[in-house]
């Protein structure tokens, strides 16, 4: 079966610290891959994708992501860590061979950036 | 400004009673969506429709229905059998296959 881990539940980072959100996945072919950040009672906002090129993809609020085939991760990160950066993250997959536009969600990292 | 729109922000069913839940957008998207919230969890798919008059069951659609008859949208019943509605509902929008999903910022439903 296709899936997403994101293998940590929590992730703890001071601030200014680099951080990373990690995200593995398993799915057939080469996936269409997203990030997506969710603040108490809010809806998810997307912060970036990777569809195909350069493996390093920037987002937003100066977010990043480094996509590694070899490994079949898309890991998140950041380099200076911000108080307001605490929130949960979630990475999604969408096989480019599917024929609907469902995501394969992973289960979400609370990133918690202590000052 | 474009975006989705989910209300009411906070729902409460009573014993036996179905509760709809609404959602519209004005991105002039194809594809919708309702997920599942659960505290400290994922999203689970509950239904989605990549056109009008047209939807299909996601991995949880035990208790709930939906309708597709406008493009812009797409409202969720959460009927008497579903016996667990407890949850943080959230509607999405998509359009193309390498799109993000657009989020509305969910309902949160309640048992009396």
């Known amino acids: 079966a296709q899936s997403v881990a994101q293998p940590e539940d929590q992730v703890n980072v001071a601030e200014g610290n680099p951080l990373t959100v990690k995200c593995t996945y398993s799915?057939?072919?080469?996936?269409?891959l997203f990030w997506y950040v969710q603040y108490p009672n809010r809806g998810l906002q997307f912060l970036l994708k990777?569809?195909?090129?350069d493996n390093l993809v920037k987002g937003s609020y100066g977010f990043e992501a480094e996509f590694n085939k070899s490994q079949t991760s898309f890991h998140l990160k950041k380099p200076s860590a911000l108080v307001s950066d605490s929130a949960l993250y979630f990475c999604?997959?969408?096989?480019?061979?599917?024929?609907?536009?469902?995501?394969?969600w992973g289960a979400g990292t609370k990133l918690i950036i202590k000052p | 400004d474009g975006g989705i729109t989910q209300s009411p922000k906070y729902l409460f069913r009573k014993e036996g009673q179905n509760v709809t839940l609404s959602c519209e957008q004005n991105?002039?998207?194809?594809?919708m969506y309702w997920y599942r919230q659960d505290p400290g969890q994922g999203l689970r798919l509950i239904y989605y429709?990549?056109?009008?008059?047209?939807?299909q069951k996601g991995d949880i659609a035990e208790g709930y229905s939906v309708s597709r008859e406008k493009k812009e949208s797409f409202p969720l019943t959460v009927t008497s059998a579903q016996k667990n509605p407890t949850a943080f509902y959230l509607c999405?929008?998509?359009?193309?296959?390498?799109?993000?999903?657009?989020f509305g910022d969910g309902t949160r439903l309640s048992i009396l």
């Open positions: 429709s990549q056109i009008v008059n047209d939807f």
């Open positions: 999405a929008s998509s359009d193309g296959y390498n799109q993000p999903q657009h």
């Open positions: 991105l002039n998207h194809d594809a």
């Open positions: 999604a997959v969408r096989p480019r061979e599917d024929s609907n536009y469902q995501l394969i």
């Open positions: 799915v057939s072919g080469n996936p269409y």
């Open positions: 990777y569809i195909t090129g």
